[in-house]
Antibody, heavy 128, light 108 residues
Framework: QVQLVQSGAEVKKPGSSVRVSCKAS????????FFWVRQAPGQGLEWVGR????????QYARRLMGRLTITADEATSTTYLELSSLKSEDTAVYYC?????????????????????WGQGTLVTVSS | DIQMTQSPSSLSASIGDIVTITCRAN??????LNWYQQKSGKAPQLLVY???TLQSGVPSRFRGSGSGADFTLTINNLQPEDFATYYC??????????FGQGTRLDIK
């Protein structure tokens, strides 16, 4: 079955960068979209960005643009989130998730997308 | 951005109760509405997609309904494992995808 396994917790200083990985297994990789969602302590879910490895296209939440990079390595079936110039308000659990839609099988966007599989989450703490 | 508003933000209920959570979008999103359940310290899990389709393995006591801008998640015969936080999510506009603020369901 599909599994998304994320890297471990990180503690970072303000102004530094962090990279979180999400390794997928159990299915093909490049023809699915992968999303990143974060959750600050005690707060709700915030969409951060997405990547579709087959197209190597990334999209980012407006408030994080300029600090956020999402990439994918097809050789290792891994997607990465890198966030720079860290602030205390970036402290959160970061989740990766995968779409249900195999773009090679269902190329159209006429059906709603949803996050069918989730990683276990990675806590990123930004503190001086 | 499409704003999603859930209500209530929290509620208390008893085992066996029927619970209804609503989610409203600030524009029509057709049926591009999903529901997730999140238990404390865990990743969210998909419950309902495309407004009314139950994800495989989800008990039939969960029911999603609605279209356009107004949606409902109903849980019949509440069970102990249902106490969690529930989020709606719209994927009609994918830049950005937005979530409701969550509804925390706890035991009365």
């Amino acid at each position: 079955q599909v599994q998304l396994v994320q890297s471990g917790a990180e503690v970072k200083k303000p102004g530094s960068s962090v990279r979180v990985s999400c390794k997928a297994s159990g299915d093909t990789f490049s023809s699915y979209s992968f999303f990143w969602v974060r959750q600050a302590p005690g707060q709700g879910l915030e969409w951060v960005g997405r990547i579709t490895p087959m197209f190597a296209i990334s999209q980012y939440a407006r408030r994080l643009m300029g600090r956020l990079t999402i990439t994918a390595d097809e050789a290792t079936s891994t997607t990465y989130l890198e966030l720079s110039s860290l602030k205390s308000e970036d402290t959160a659990v970061y989740y990766c998730a995968r779409s249900w839609r195999d773009i090679k099988q269902v190329p159209s966007d006429t059906k709603p997308d949803y996050f069918q599989h989730w990683g276990q989450g990675t806590l990123v703490t930004v503190s001086s | 951005d499409i704003q999603m508003t859930q209500s209530p933000s929290s509620l208390s209920a008893s085992i066996g109760d029927i619970v209804t959570i609503t989610c409203r979008a600030n524009q029509s999103i057709s049926n591009y509405l999903n529901w997730y359940q999140q238990k404390s310290g865990k990743a969210p899990q998909l419950l309902v997609y495309a407004a009314s389709t139950l994800q495989s393995g989800v008990p039939s006591r969960f029911r999603g309904s609605g279209s356009g801008a107004d949606f409902t998640l109903t849980i019949n015969n509440l069970q102990p494992e249902d106490f969690a936080t529930y989020y709606c999510q719209q994927t009609y506009s994918t830049l950005p995808i937005t979530f409701g603020q969550g509804t925390r369901l706890d035991i009365k």
